[in-house]
């Protein structure tokens, strides 16, 4: 027989150990719940710590799981550092094009200089501040090749970029860009955004520039109005192989 006291000192221990676990879910996770909860905890290590504070026994704390449950899931810390590159990436690309799809397609140069340096800072601001410029040059820099993760990863976003180039200058009555051109054009913004997270700082004051926030948004304007004001110099599409 159990007795009132030992029930209430066991019902005491459990809301101390809720308390000292806040992030342990009530009930039972579906496998795709637990995976989800396991890559914001992951995220949330990232944001505090950086790429060395994502560790599967304290992630596995976080958020109330056994230590097995992650690997069970994403197969090792590299599993999940993967996983995690993925889950950001994913995301900022369904918010990139969310900006793409709500503009109109026939705007002024204005408009569409102001819609793309939101977009850059919309990028600069998840690769900084979710740190996934810092989490893939750890990465890479620690003998990851990131090929095969990524291929194909971003597609979406420059086939809806190109689909509303060409549209606009169709309507406009000037000449087609080539897939290519927007690729290669996308591929830039995508690199010197990295570069912008990782040295922009370093590098604005090796040149002399003012090393403040407000200086890199200028410089990511500047970058905005010179690919808007850019005219492809072909329209050909890229030869295929075979």
Do not use: C
């Not at 599967?56 to 976080?62: G, H, Q, R, S, T």
């Not at 830039?188 to 370093?202: E, K, N, Q, S, W």
């Amino acid at each position: 027989m159990v007795r009132t006291g030992d029930k209430q000192r066991a019902a005491a221990r459990g809301g101390a150990e809720r308390r000292a676990h806040p992030g342990r879910a009530r009930g039972r996770r579906t496998g795709q719940d637990a995976r989800l909860a396991i890559l914001e905890a992951a995220e949330q290590r990232l944001l505090t710590g950086g790429p060395d504070a994502v560790r599967l026994k304290e992630i596995a704390a976080d958020v109330g799981i056994a230590h097995p449950t992650i690997l069970h899931h994403f197969g090792s810390r590299e599993g999940l550092n993967e996983a995690l590159v993925e889950h950001i990436m994913r995301r900022l690309q369904k918010d990139l094009m969310e900006v793409v799809s709500q503009a109109p397609v026939r705007r002024e140069i204005s408009d569409r200089v102001e819609r793309t340096a939101h977009m850059l800072e919309l990028t600069v601001r998840t690769l900084r501040e979710r740190g996934l410029a810092r989490l893939m040059a750890w990465l890479v820099l620690s003998g990851e090749d990131l090929r095969p993760l990524v291929r194909g990863m971003f597609v979406g976003l420059p086939h809806v970029l190109h689909a509303a180039r060409v549209e606009r200058r169709r309507v406009e009555g000037r000449s087609i860009p080539s897939l290519e051109d927007t690729l290669f054009g996308t591929a830039m913004m995508m690199i010197t955004m990295f570069g912008d997270v990782l040295m922009g700082p370093t590098v604005r004051a090796a040149v002399g520039l003012e090393d403040t926030e407000e200086v890199g948004r200028r410089f990511r304007r500047w970058m905005a109005r010179g690919a808007e004001a850019y005219e492809p110099s072909t329209t050909s599409e890229p030869k295929r192989r075979g």
